[in-house]
């Protein structure tokens, strides 16, 4: 007797389908990520696919800054912990104006790091930084 022959059989596969196999990838997905521990994050790498590298030691820095008016305009972050200029990323957003909105950032080294605005404003940037 095959399940799929039977109507009940049908509906058993499908309930087998539809519940336990998302279950089970998410079970999965939880247990290789259930020892990061606080202080610790994944790093993916330079590439599409995430390269799942455990980094210990993890730093979160949020904050904001006016920009100082120039060409470009620029707001130098200081006072970091992480390792190197290559140990942290971060991503920055133009708050004041959104038509000024393009923001780059330059890393120093692991204690500072200079986000780079439209020339001649003055607008508040936002940043989160994440590393080691």
């Given amino acids: 007797m095959v399940l799929r022959d039977k109507p009940w059989g049908l509906i058993i596969l499908t309930v087998l389908v539809c519940i336990c196999i998302p279950a089970y990838i998410y079970v999965h997905i939880a247990d290789a990520q259930s020892n990061l521990g606080p202080g610790t994050f994944i790093y993916c790498g330079t590439t599409v696919a ?48 959104i038509a000024s909105a393009v923001v780059a950032v330059t890393y120093t080294s692991g204690t500072s790091f200079t986000i780079n605005g439209p020339t001649t404003v003055t607008d508040t940037v936002e940043y989160i930084c994440a590393g080691n």
């Fill in 50 to 97: 995430c390269a799942g590298t455990q980094q210990s030691n993890g730093k979160i820095v949020t904050g904001s800054a006016p920009l100082s008016s120039g060409t470009p305009s620029t707001a130098v972050i200081t006072g970091l912990s992480f390792t190197s200029s290559t140990s942290y990323k971060c991503i920055a957003a133009d708050t004041t104006t």
